[in-house]
């Protein structure tokens, strides 16, 4: 384990359903990331929570709605998703969001919207 | 927009050779560059960073460079085994912010 735990590791979901992806970590870390990898891709940026406040919400759908409700605790809630938002989306957290600190990713959860 | 080029081929080498990694960045000087290694189904671990002012640093068997001229970072891994065949990414910050973006990533097949 990385220090970065999260759940489920593998989750199938039609276009209809609601579904959460969790991630927890205990590293102290005060910042959290929820990244999107899709095959042959850069990962892209989702959303950033600094000491539980959302700092960043990279344009992303409203179908993915995050929450963080403490500083070890973030959650992905999506709800009526498309086939394209198949991927792995990879949860990350870092001492701090700047000054060049080390991102720890979790081992992601890979979607699949049918 | 700023985007970070890492050759999408996969680089195949022999065991005990040194693998040299290239990570090409455009329209943004970052302040500094971070490597990760990422085996399938797994995410990203965090290797090395290094700043614009460094423009070496070392690792146990791993090292990267850094020439802000060239825009690009190197990085090297000497007496490479069959256990470093990974994919490896390259870093850094987007424009001043903290925001990292990534590059799709070169995977290293090292042969026994």
């Given at each position: 384990e990385t220090g970065v735990t999260q759940t489920p590791r593998h989750l199938v979901m039609g276009m209809t359903n609601k579904k959460s992806l969790k991630c927890e970590q205990?590293?102290?870390?005060?910042a959290m990331y929820w990244y999107k990898q899709s095959a042959k891709k850069p990962l892209e940026l989702m959303f950033v929570y600094s000491l539980e406040e959302?700092?960043?919400?990279?344009?992303?759908?409203?179908?993915f709605s995050p929450e963080c409700p403490n500083s070890s605790h973030l959650f992905l809630h999506l709800h009526t998703l498309q086939p394209e938002d198949s991927a792995l989306y990879l949860c990350a957290s870092s001492q701090d969001t700047g000054a060049g600190y080390g991102y720890t990713f979790g081992s992601g959860t890979r979607l699949t919207v049918v | 927009s700023q985007k970070i080029e890492q050759n999408s081929e996969a680089l195949n080498i022999q065991e005990g050779k040194t693998a040299t990694l290239t990570c090409n960045y455009t329209n943004y000087s970052p302040a500094y560059l971070q490597w990760y290694r990422q085996d399938p189904g797994r995410g990203p671990v965090f290797l090395l960073l290094i700043r614009e002012n460094e423009k070496e640093k070392r690792k146990e068997r791993l090292k990267v460079t850094f020439d802000t001229t060239l825009k690009q970072s190197l990085f090297h891994i000497t007496a490479?085994?069959?256990?470093?065949?990974a994919t490896y990414l390259c870093a850094h910050p987007m424009d001043s912010s903290y925001k990292l973006i990534f590059g799709s990533g070169t995977r290293l097949l090292v042969r026994p």
């Open positions: 205990h590293l102290g870390h005060n959302r700092v960043e919400n990279n344009s992303v759908p409203s179908r | 490479s085994q069959p256990a470093d065949s």
